[in-house]
């Protein structure tokens, strides 16, 4: 029965979702402007993946991590609409775009969006194929280009090099720098911010960019204007390699951009109204907000990050989305359980008000409270100005100098969001963690290598060390997570990577090592089996996966495969009786 959901999913989403294919050109110069991109490896970390999943099929993966997932999955939020009438809107703002709506039972609450790609862009070839004038070129960075993939624009701080004299309204080739070996080890970009392009072999890296060409469009400003302003659009695209819709505000609050994976561990997780749920590393808060619409808004939702500004961006969403049973706090999901003397102080709820554990409550934070506290902040301000100009009142005749370094500062704080003390609405105060068995379901979506993310133009940071390094990390996590689930509680383990050492082998130590664990089914079941077997690195450390029969109880997402999602990796666990366990460790 499982396979046949699963087969049913994949005929009817690769029926919708195809990628074209382009016919390579002979001539150099268009093999030159195009895009066909080589993901590199760190080489032992290469080895160790085409070991695992073996070359033909790493060699489909690699492929795959270098282009986006031809389709959008919208997650519609049920308690403010429908996936009909979200559909009939998207359809007045997406003018002749293709719209689907998922027909999976359990998951018909989904929207499939389709892009196009990859297109056969013109970069100024002749019937020959050949290019007489190079085309004006602009120079992004790797993440800029990951970004405008996915259907992004190209913003000022994403524009690393440029020709000489671009002026606005001219036309511009786009590609993308993407780290080079160093000359004394590891990575390097190799290219100074500024730097001007003569479309010439002398170039910096001119042969590298080749097959690194995303579109082209018009300059939005000139060469002068892309390094001087903070902010702003460099190129307007009119034509994309991948066409992908943006809804940067479209619908917000009805609908939210998910991968399809990250949708499927909520359903796995199989939360139930009025339970104590915990998302232990929550944010941006997609997860979070999908298992509280399955709840339908009852029961209580912890939303755990150690970051102070991601606890608020979780905050905002569960406001913007209209869910009253978010619970947020900043922990260090390390020190999730809290120690013994002060579980015996404390109460079953994440928070007190003498240890004022938890931040401001998704129900408190509703907008007009958010409106509110916005006024008083804005109120604050105006005054401070108001003081400062009445102190300075005898300069206000003098020019306003502003520095290079607060102009960078600017740009920093717009890049990376508010700091602490810039914050308004809401304080996240770090909690000192929860009792042990204390949550119904625990949701460990942990950190990890992100090697399944895509588009992805570049592997070759990760090494072996660090894989190891991610992986105990995991381990330790986990350790915690364990702890906090009831007996007979659900724990849902997942991450975004494509790498064994964190999936199947963190799942191998987990049953290992608390034998009151056991692998259970997921429904819906749409993923591939997990990895079985074993890997034996050069140094002697061996690597232990899953064992025959444990393979179908857990999904892997993989990249390559006609879902097209993202490489993603699921395993759910229930939890039995701790108390066998406890007296051995106690003996």
């Not at 309204?169 to 160093?182: F, K, T």
């Not at 129900?363 to 300075?392: G, P, R």
Request: charged letters at 25%; glycine letters at 8%; one cysteine or more.
């Amino acid at each position: 029965m499982k396979k046949k959901a699963r087969d049913f999913f994949r005929r009817s989403i690769s029926t919708f979702f195809t990628h074209p294919k382009i016919t390579m050109e002979n001539s150099h110069q268009q093999q030159r402007y195009s895009y066909n991109p080589t993901l590199r490896w760190n080489p032992e970390v290469e080895s160790y993946l085409s070991n695992a999943y073996g070359p033909a099929r790493f060699s489909r993966i690699s492929k795959a991590l270098t282009r986006p997932s031809c389709y959008s999955c919208i997650r519609v939020n049920t308690l403010k609409s429908t996936p009909d009438s979200v559909i009939e809107k998207l359809r007045g703002v997406l003018k002749g775009v293709s719209i689907s709506k998922c027909e999976v039972p359990g998951l018909e609450y989904l929207v499939f969006v389709k892009g196009s790609g990859p297109h056969s862009v013109d970069y100024g070839c002749d019937e020959d194929g050949n290019v007489k004038h190079p085309p004006k070129e602009v120079l992004v960075s790797r993440k800029c280009a990951e970004a405008v993939l996915r259907g992004a624009e190209v913003y000022v701080p994403g524009v690393l090099a440029c020709s000489a004299h671009v002026e606005k309204g001219d036309e511009v080739a786009v590609s993308v720098s993407v780290e080079q070996p160093g000359a004394e080890g590891g990575w390097v970009v190799g290219i100074t911010r500024g730097t001007i392009l003569q479309g010439a072999e002398t170039d910096p890296y001119h042969f590298e960019r080749s097959g690194l060409y995303i579109g082209r469009g018009r300059a939005m400003m000139t060469r002068s204007g892309i390094f001087r302003a903070p902010e702003g659009i460099a190129v307007d695209f009119s034509d994309r390699v991948y066409d992908l819709p943006s809804f940067r505000g479209v619908l917000e609050g009805e609908i939210f951009l998910q991968n399809l994976p990250s949708i499927v561990t909520a359903h796995a997780l199989d939360p139930q109204k009025g339970e104590r749920i915990l998302d232990m590393c929550a944010a941006p808060g997609g997860k979070t907000t999908a298992i509280a619409i399955l709840m339908k808004d009852e029961g209580e939702i912890v939303a755990a990050d150690r970051s102070h500004n991601k606890v608020l961006d979780i905050q905002k969403l569960a406001a913007e989305m209209g869910l009253s049973c978010i619970t947020t706090c900043r922990l260090d999901a390390l020190k999730a359980v809290c120690s013994r003397n002060e579980s015996d102080n404390i109460t079953n709820h994440c928070c007190t008000e003498d240890n004022c554990d938890v931040t401001i409550q998704g129900s408190n934070l509703l907008k007009s409270e958010v409106e509110k506290i916005e006024v008083t902040a804005t109120e604050k301000l105006n005054a401070e100005k108001d003081f400062k100009k009445n102190v300075t009142n005898e300069k206000a005749n003098e020019r306003i100098y502003i520095s290079r370094a607060d102009i960078r500062k600017d740009m920093r704080r717009k890049r990376n969001g508010p700091g602490r003390n810039q914050c308004v609405g809401g304080k996240a105060e770090k909690s000192k963690g929860f009792a042990p068995n204390s949550f119904d379901r625990v949701l460990l979506d942990a950190p990890c290598s992100a090697l399944g993310l895509r588009p992805r133009l570049f592997a070759g940071e990760e090494t072996v060390e660090s894989l190891r390094k991610h992986a105990k990390y995991q381990r330790k996590m986990f350790d915690q997570a364990v702890q906090l689930v009831r007996p007979g509680g659900v724990l849902v383990y997942s991450t975004c990577t494509i790498n064994p050492g964190e999936n199947e082998a963190v799942v191998r130590y987990a049953l290992d090592t608390y034998k009151f664990l056991s692998l259970a089914s997921q429904n819906p079941r749409i993923g591939g089996p997990g990895l079985v077997g074993r890997f034996e690195f050069p140094d002697g450390y061996t690597e232990e996966w899953l064992r025959p029969g444990q393979e179908e109880l857990v999904q892997r997402f993989d990249p390559s495969s006609p879902l097209d999602t993202i490489g993603f990796f699921i395993a759910k666990f229930i939890v039995g009786s701790k108390e066998a366990d406890l007296e051995q460790s106690a003996t």
